[in-house]
Structures are given as structure tokens and as C-alpha cells.
């Protein structure tokens, strides 16, 4: 069974940085990873970026200029580079991907930012 495993989350103080990554368990290459999802206590989950195998990504218009979604294809790993953090960027966030036709989901990593 294939399985997203998500590292990097934490406490942090506003305006700090974290930096998320997400890596396929045991098999490496058994999974395409495609972005980061959130959520937030009482929220629905919400795709926070993407990003292709090609390199094209897309934000949430709230993190857009403060988070950058990387891909290191050797590693087969994406990033998520968090900048200027908020106290409403508080959540857990998942990594998401798929293999084959299944859709798959990380654990979830908590990340909570302090005012």
C-alpha cells in the first residue's frame, strides 16, 4: 500500500517560516504527489498549491506570495515553503497525490502559528 508522508509542521511564532515536505513511504516512485491541502479547526479542507511534474503550480489566492511549492523529481519529494505565516494559516495540512487511479492522502502534519 502506498503512503504519503508528510514532515516539517510545527509551532511558530508570526511572520516565521516552515517548510513542509512530502515523500512517498517505501516506494518512492509508487506515487505521484500533486499538492498541499489544509484544515483548519471548523473548516473545510482547502487545497492551499499544486503543482505539476512539470514544474506549473497554483495557490490559494490568501498564501500567494507568501508560500512557493516545489518539486525535487530526483526525489520524487514536493516542498512547501511557508513565508510570513499567520495566525489563520493555522492547520493541519495534508499532502495529496495519487497512484494509479487511487487518490491518496498524507497523515497530516499540524502546523500552528502563534500571534
Known amino acids: 500500500q502506498v503512503q504519503l508522508v508528510e514532515s516539517g509542521g510545527g509551532l511558530v511564532q508570526a511572520g516565521g517560516s516552515l517548510t513542509l515536505s512530502c515523500s512517498a513511504a517505501?516506494?518512492?516512485?509508487?506515487?505521484?504527489?500533486k499538492g498541499w491541502y489544509r484544515r483548519a479547526p471548523g473548516n473545510q479542507r482547502e487545497l492551499v498549491a499544486t503543482?505539476?511534474?512539470?514544474?506549473?503550480?497554483n495557490y490559494l489566492d490568501s498564501v500567494k506570495g507568501r508560500f512557493t511549492i516545489s518539486r525535487d523529481n530526483t526525489l520524487n519529494t514536493v516542498y512547501l515553503q511557508m513565508n510570513d505565516l499567520k495566525s489563520e494559516d493555522t492547520a493541519v495540512y495534508y499532502c495529496n497525490g495519487a497512484h494509479g487511479m487511487y487518490e491518496l492522502w498524507g497523515q497530516g502534519t499540524q502546523v500552528t502559528v502563534a500571534s
Open positions: 503543482i505539476t511534474t512539470g514544474g506549473s503550480t
Open positions: 517505501e516506494d518512492r516512485f509508487a506515487a505521484q504527489i
